[in-house]
């Protein structure tokens, strides 16, 4: 049977039966024809109403990839990454062919798949600044582990044929989870779909590659070069997935380019300020849609009323806002959408909150006081900037205020795994010793006037000298325009003209 090409050269393991499906990303990939008693559910087809870059599309138009290819890509790389692990390993470790079985396989791609599932409307977005706002108990993680269970059992009803057992529920809910079982020696079952240990999983090279090229931003590093040079490695009884030394540079490289994302495009000041406004109107509709009423009922003790929430949570996408806006824009409007509306359209017509300073802080700096200098901020704007929002902004490798390749296990000859040396890392990223940059950004609510403006950033400054040590001093990010109102002189304009042949 003739296959079509694949457009990056990887192992293409097409499994019997299975479906080709033409992604943007990958090429042409194969899936089990079994993973589409998945995808071929509602609860599964929501995730096509879910951009994977939330706010972000209204200030990059090219950032319209949805969840769905994301879910499709990641499971096609897990199922990829094993064969070659498979392959790569069985020479120094024989008993891996037994171990890793096509079963094992499929299970790891279920999680890979489903791995998403329990993203709320504008991904990230919607924990940000709609659940952590209103100190409510949810986990998009958690979440998609409940959904499955859903989704397993609706398979059940419709086939009366047993999908995946409750056991192999429990096993690929900890894939998702990233949990490995106590007493698991086959940790990179664990790992390859959510890795917080080292970092590196499906799941990140798979985003990486799909966010670089809907933001027009170079991906800096080559994930399949990664899979190509990676083995499973025993140490201390525990199978482990480690990489060639010869990638660590590579492996940097994967890290920066996850750094140069967060800061280039996920924390825009613009997509940050959007954010900010879609979460307000999140909640503005909220007693419209009962969204907090549904995650509150998710924590119940009652399974049924579990459930059923569950399923009505996997109606909210991103379509709530254009659903508010059209109830809120109706002749007999409910008074619960007025505010959500009225936001909607100042986000439709661009009257945006505006970012208007930050304060730096220091690398090294603790969550909890990062949390108490802005809740102390917050204190002291409340009752003369009520308009203010303070919002902590950090942009690292991955791992903190730490070197990510630090946690990173590596082979050479022998069996030992090892990790790099911090010679060898200073040589790898120049004598680079930070990995972390730690911010509060100050956005206004309203349109400030020039003075009104550089009256509130004298007060975050006053308070910040006050309040805040070993920061620098607060930065306008937003600077006064000049406005050059002479005329061009007659021969420079000619000149001009001149440069501009085509």
């Given at each position: 049977m003739m296959h079509?090409?694949?457009?990056?050269?990887?192992f293409q393991a097409y499994v019997k039966p299975h479906k080709i499906i033409n992604d943007p990303v990958h090429g042409f990939i194969a899936l089990p024809i079994e993973l589409f008693k998945i995808i071929d559910t509602v609860i599964f087809q929501r995730l096509r109403d879910l951009k994977q870059l939330g706010a972000m599309y209204y200030v990059f138009p090219g950032a319209t990839h949805k969840r769905f290819e994301h879910s499709l890509g990641t499971a096609y790389l897990a199922g990829q990454w094993l064969h070659l692990l498979k392959v790569n390993s069985i020479t120094l470790h024989p008993e891996i062919k037994e171990q890793l079985t096509d079963r094992q396989i499929f299970l790891v791609q279920v999680a890979a798949l489903c791995h998403d599932l329990g993203h709320g409307p504008f991904s990230h977005l919607f924990e940000d600044c709609f659940v952590k706002t209103l100190n409510l108990n949810f986990d998009h993680e958690v979440a998609s582990v409940e959904l499955l269970k859903i989704i397993n059992k609706q398979i059940k009803e419709n086939t009366n044929e047993e999908f995946l057992s409750e056991t192999e529920i429990s096993q690929v809910g900890d894939m998702i989870l990233g949990k490995i079982p106590k007493g698991e020696t086959k940790h990179y079952l664990y790992t390859i779909v959510h890795n917080d240990s080292s970092g590196i999983d499906v799941d990140k090279f798979d985003y990486l590659a799909r966010?670089?090229?809907?933001?027009?931003?170079?991906?800096?590093?080559?994930?399949?070069?990664?899979?190509?040079f990676s083995q499973i490695r025993k140490e201390k009884d525990v199978y482990k997935i480690c990489f060639d030394k010869k990638e660590a540079y590579n492996i940097y490289q994967l890290f920066h380019t996850r750094y140069s994302l967060h800061k280039e495009i996920y924390s825009h000041r613009v997509v940050m300020a959007i954010q900010l406004m879609i979460g307000d109107i999140l909640k503005a509709a909220d007693l419209y849609f009962k969204i907090s009423d549904t995650l509150k009922q998710m924590q119940s003790e009652d399974c049924k009323i579990v459930e059923e929430a569950y399923i009505k949570y996997s109606t909210f996408t991103d379509s709530l806002l254009n659903e508010a806006f059209r109830v809120g824009s109706a002749s007999n409007c409910v008074e619960e959408l007025k505010e959500a509306k009225n936001l909607i359209e100042r986000l439709y017509t661009r009257d945006l909150y505006n970012c208007i300073c930050e304060i730096p802080l220091k690398q090294d700096i603790e969550k909890e006081d990062i949390e108490n200098i802005i809740s102390s901020l917050r204190n002291a704007t409340e009752k003369q900037y009520p308009f203010l929002k303070c919002v902590k902004h950090s942009v690292n490798f991955g791992k903190g205020k730490h070197n990510p390749l630090v946690f990173v296990k590596f082979y050479e000859y022998s069996d030992t795994?090892?990790?790099?040396?911090?010679?060898?890392?200073?040589?790898i990223i120049n004598n680079h010793n930070s990995f972390q940059e730690i911010k509060i950004k100050i956005f206004s609510t309203k349109k400030l006037e020039e003075l009104e403006k550089e009256e509130?950033?004298?007060?975050?400054?006053?308070?910040?000298?006050?309040n805040v040590s070993g920061s620098t001093e607060v930065m306008n990010v937003?600077?006064?325009?000049?406005?050059?109102?002479?005329?061009?002189r007659s021969k420079d304009v000619g000149s001009a003209t001149k440069k501009l042949k085509f």
């Open positions: 079509p090409p694949n457009n990056h050269h990887i966010d670089c090229k809907s933001s027009s931003l170079p991906i800096g590093y080559q994930f399949e070069k990664l899979l190509q795994l090892t990790n790099l040396s911090m010679d060898s890392i200073s040589g509130v950033i004298s007060f975050i400054s006053t308070w910040q000298r006050n937003t600077p006064k325009k000049k406005v050059n109102n002479s005329t061009p």
